[in-house]
């Protein structure tokens, strides 16, 4: 049961592998902006934790000034208790001081420990910043060249009858025969006026020719 509850895990790990692969190859930068989103959801619990790490400091330190100051206070009492000779209260303060004594030691060492903490937590927040931020510096730079290599692309199709053959060349090649036939025709029409006005030149400088003669 276990091997087959293994052969199916890898099945699935397979599949999801190729998925991914499939996707990557598709559209590189799509799987790119999702790896990112989720590296900014990680930066943004690790900040959430930073923040709680803050006010677990905040809480202990007032804690460890409380157990200070409470202690300090009963043995205050258990001296002016003792010099009063009054043994009961002197008992009861020396307990509650030595209680605040050993709860502050041990509110003493915690704090050590959360301030470390929030040191590392800190080191470790700014650096999945940095991370992030030259992350997203290096997408702006693929992004920058794969849109050129896909205009380049573009472009030497264009220019490379060989190679090309789809609507965007078809729109070319329908553009230049326009320009021809237009070409041609302005051509056929300049000419034709003017043959028409040289013809017509003519005819009147013969006219006058045999008018002159008939004179």
Do not use: W
Request: proline share 0%; hydrophobic share 35%; with cysteine.
């Amino acid at each position: 049961m276990a091997n087959l509850f293994t052969r199916m895990k890898n099945t699935v790990l397979a599949d999801i592998h190729e998925a991914l692969d499939q996707k990557e190859k598709k559209n590189p930068i799509t799987l790119l902006n999702q790896y990112l989103r989720e590296c900014e959801l990680e930066t943004e619990k690790v900040r959430k934790l930073l923040e709680r790490q803050y006010s677990l400091k905040e809480e202990f330190t007032r804690e460890l000034r409380y157990a200070q100051e409470l202690a300090g206070k009963r043995k205050r009492q258990a001296e002016i208790a003792s010099q009063a000779g009054e043994n009961e209260l002197y008992l009861f303060a020396s307990e509650e001081h030595t209680q605040f004594e050993d709860r502050a030691a041990r509110l003493k060492v915690t704090l050590n420990q959360v301030v470390q903490q929030l040191v590392e937590l800190e080191r470790k927040y700014e650096e999945m910043k940095h991370k992030l931020k030259d992350m997203h510096i290096r997408r702006m730079e693929l992004m920058g060249r794969e849109n050129m290599t896909r205009a380049q692309a573009k472009m030497n199709q264009v220019l490379d009858n060989n190679t090309y053959s789809n609507q965007s060349f078809s729109k070319f090649q329908e553009i230049e025969s326009y320009l021809d036939r237009l070409e041609h025709q302005v051509n056929s029409s300049y000419h034709r006026n003017t043959i028409d006005a040289r013809i017509a030149q003519l005819e009147k400088d013969l006219k006058k020719e045999e008018t002159h003669s008939i004179s």
